[in-house]
């Protein structure tokens, strides 16, 4: 099941990931200047048949701009005072007056060109005093009003260059969990080899995993036919 591949994925916390089978026919080549746009916008979580889901959202013009996403992106050092922090992806949602949680799992990739390795740098999510760590798991949480918009600060620790992804989930009282989405952080890479981090993993972590087999130990080992 595919919930089961995620989750064997980035939470492992074994010494390294495993890289990927066949890329998925047809996926075609993204626009990098879209790409550095905002193309992917920010979180938007909505539900549907009582389970919490995931979108995107443009905050600039308050819209959806896709209904059912899970792979987001985000920039460090913007900012250049604060070369490995960001405040992106946001977050934002249409269940008003609920508290809801958004989960850092633990685990977190770094692009190798062809899949993703283990990282030795860690993610750090910070939002309202509450923290949490790719190195162990945590959350941060918040009430969802009308118009949020909610920055929270996302830092890599022992920061090396790279394309990092992090995963996570969103939940809620009286909904189900929402599926893993994704976050593909960048630390000084190009927007071409961003690109391609991010079309990897929409072709091979969020479709049904087709062509992937169970390894020993509950690990799923992936590699990518050159």
């Given at each position: 099941m595919r919930t089961n591949f995620v989750s064997g994925f980035l939470p492992s916390r074994t010494s390294s990931f495993f890289a990927l089978a066949a890329v998925v026919a047809g996926v075609s080549a993204l626009d990098s200047t879209a790409r550095a746009d905002g193309e992917l916008g920010d979180v938007w979580i909505s539900s549907v048949a009582g389970t919490l889901v995931t979108g995107g959202f443009d905050h600039t013009t308050g819209t959806v701009i896709n209904p059912s996403q899970r792979v987001f992106a985000a920039e460090f050092g913007i900012d250049p005072a604060f070369p490995f922090s960001t405040d992106e992806p946001g977050f934002t949602s249409d269940i008003l007056g609920s508290?809801?949680?958004?989960?850092?799992?633990s685990g977190l990739g770094r692009w190798n060109g062809a899949g993703f390795d283990a990282a030795s740098s860690s993610l750090f999510a910070s939002y309202g005093g509450q923290d949490a760590s790719s190195a162990s798991g945590g959350s941060f949480s918040f009430l969802v009003t009308a118009g949020l918009d909610l920055h929270p600060e996302f830092t890599l620790v022992d920061p090396l260059d790279g394309i990092y992804l992090a995963s996570f989930t969103a939940s809620t009282s009286g909904f189900a969990t929402s599926e893993t989405f994704y976050v593909l952080f960048n630390l000084n890479e190009s927007e071409i080899d961003h690109d391609e981090a991010i079309e990897w993993v929409e072709a091979n972590i969020v479709p049904?995993?087709?062509?992937?087999a169970l390894l020993g130990a509950g690990l799923l080992a992936i590699r990518r036919r050159r």
């Open positions: 508290t809801m949680t958004v989960n850092l799992l049904a995993p087709g062509a992937l």
